[in-house]
């Protein structure tokens, strides 16, 4: 895996992300997220983090689990937490 180039702060996740996303799949994305690898992302939305990345802006990225849920994965402006959540606990 390649390595983070970001902190990710503390890891927090919605009740209802924890009940639908399968746990592997969480770890790996975290991982992915921390590494730069924005998921499904569009073209956009990879430019916008990686202005985000080097402006300390906040991070977004967004992934499916092996049961095809789509999740997303927010890391602060100020890095100071990292929040799993469903679209639609946003």
């Known amino acids: 895996m390649n390595e983070p180039k970001f902190p990710l ?5 919605t009740p209802a992300a924890l009940e639908a ?4 799949d ?13 998921g499904d992302l569009c073209e956009e939305d990879r430019t916008e983090n990686e202005i985000s990345l ?5 991070i977004f990225s967004v992934y499916r689990d092996r049961k095809g849920v789509k999740f997303w994965i ?17």
């Not at 927010?74 to 946003?90: G, N, V």
């Open 9 to 13: 702060g503390q890891i927090v996740t």
């Open 21 to 24: 996303i399968d746990p592997e």
């Open 26 to 38: 969480m770890r790996s994305s975290l991982a992915r997220h921390a590494a730069a690898d924005w």
């Open 54 to 58: 080097r402006n300390d802006l906040r």
């Open 74 to 90: 927010i890391t602060e402006a100020d890095r100071s937490s990292t929040c799993i959540l469903l679209p639609t606990d946003y």
